[in-house]
């Protein structure tokens, strides 16, 4: 569902053009007509600044228009997004507690094992897909690389380290592949509590290397803080056309996005995740939004509630594999 928005998009620009045209009358709900009666909590699986908490906060002021009820977001980081997934887990599915979260929500079962202390089919719903975006590798400016083949050969001669996200984030894998799988290289892994801290932590040197989403490190390129080398993208991303993607640089098989998920527990009533899928969809449509999203550089997604959960366990599947292949670990 990433890389192919756009089939779904235009399946959905039907169903979109509908409820744009119907307005918020389509977001009334049946059983379930009173809802929401209070505000609605968003648990953000990660700390501000990152791509994950940048989408929670563009849509949550929309969602509180539409729905007429506060939309608040409070962020639960830890554990690559462990910590906010167990407590939504346990939340009560009454429609005012979900989970905001990122790919590593797909991957942390599969790296934590029983530790992530969820699992996404047996604890959630996905109420939708919000945003997607690729990794990529970028350096301090004062690091004397201009490409990733000079970054290749300079790790070869100088003890090196580069931050992420956290274990078991999608830029966390894109990058133990490319330096330990792909390199044989002993590039030190230094995760940190979410895609801000790990941009900040490129941008102040604490590490010369940073393995984050495009929107940790996207306003900090065009400041000439940080240079980006590589994106994980399948094409070349609109936002950094000058930047090459893994697969033109000889590693076809690096294709990896992070997207960012609105996820209920699993009881919550139908038709309940049904107005919200929605109002997110709405929401996603709108031009000042698809602006926010892009200046961020994120791309928006939306979908169907069973084309969200279809997507969910493919990526679920796809990147169990990964973990596997890769040989991943949380120290």
């Not at 797909?106 to 934590?112: F, M, R, S, T």
């Not at 038709?271 to 919200?276: F, N, T």
């Given at each position: 569902m990433h890389h192919s928005t756009c089939n779904i998009q235009s399946t959905l620009k039907k169903l979109i053009q509908l409820s744009l045209l119907a307005g918020v009358s389509l977001l009334a709900g049946?059983?379930?007509?009173a809802?929401?009666?209070?505000?609605?909590?968003?648990?953000?699986?990660?700390?501000?600044?990152?791509?994950?908490?940048m989408s929670a906060r563009i849509i949550a002021p929309k969602l509180a228009e539409i729905l007429k009820q506060s939309v608040f977001i409070e962020n639960k980081a830890g554990a690559g997004g462990n910590v906010?997934?167990?407590?939504v887990a346990n939340a009560a599915p009454d429609g005012y507690t979900f989970l905001v979260n990122s790919a590593a929500f797909?991957?942390?079962?599969?790296?934590?094992g029983s530790a992530a202390g969820y699992s996404p089919g047996k604890n959630f719903t996905t109420v939708a897909f919000i945003s997607t975006q690729a990794n990529v590798i970028s350096v301090n400016e004062s690091v004397p690389v201009k490409n990733l083949a000079e970054l290749r050969e300079y790790a070869s001669k100088n003890k090196l380290s580069y931050s992420s996200p956290g274990y078991g984030t999608t830029p966390h894998l894109t990058c133990e592949n490319l330096f330990k799988v792909q390199w044989k290289a002993d590039i030190n892994h230094i995760p940190y509590k979410g895609a801000g801290p790990a941009s900040m932590a490129v941008v102040g040197g604490e590490t010369p290397i940073a393995c984050t989403a495009v929107a940790g490190v996207y306003?900090?390129?065009?400041?000439?803080?940080?240079?980006?080398?590589?994106?994980?993208?399948?094409?070349?991303?609109?936002n950094l056309p000058e930047v090459p993607t893994l697969v033109e640089l000889g590693y076809p098989q690096i294709k990896d996005y992070t997207w960012s998920a609105m996820m209920a527990p699993i009881k919550t009533p139908n038709?309940?995740?049904?107005?919200?899928n929605r109002a997110v969809n709405f929401v996603l449509?709108?031009?000042?939004?698809?602006?926010?999203?892009?200046?961020a550089g994120l791309v928006v997604m939306s979908g169907t509630v069973q084309q969200a959960n279809t997507y969910m366990n493919e990526e679920v599947t796809r990147w169990e594999k990964i973990v596997k292949e890769v040989g991943a670990k949380v120290e």
């Open positions: 049946t059983a379930s007509a809802y929401p009666d209070k505000s609605i909590k968003l648990v953000v699986g990660f700390p501000p600044g990152g791509p994950t908490d906010a997934a167990q407590m797909a991957v942390n079962p599969a790296l934590y306003q900090f390129s065009k400041q000439g803080k940080v240079r980006i080398l590589a994106i994980s993208s399948d094409k070349r991303s609109p038709d309940i995740v049904q107005k919200m449509e709108l031009p000042d939004v698809r602006e926010q999203m892009d200046k």
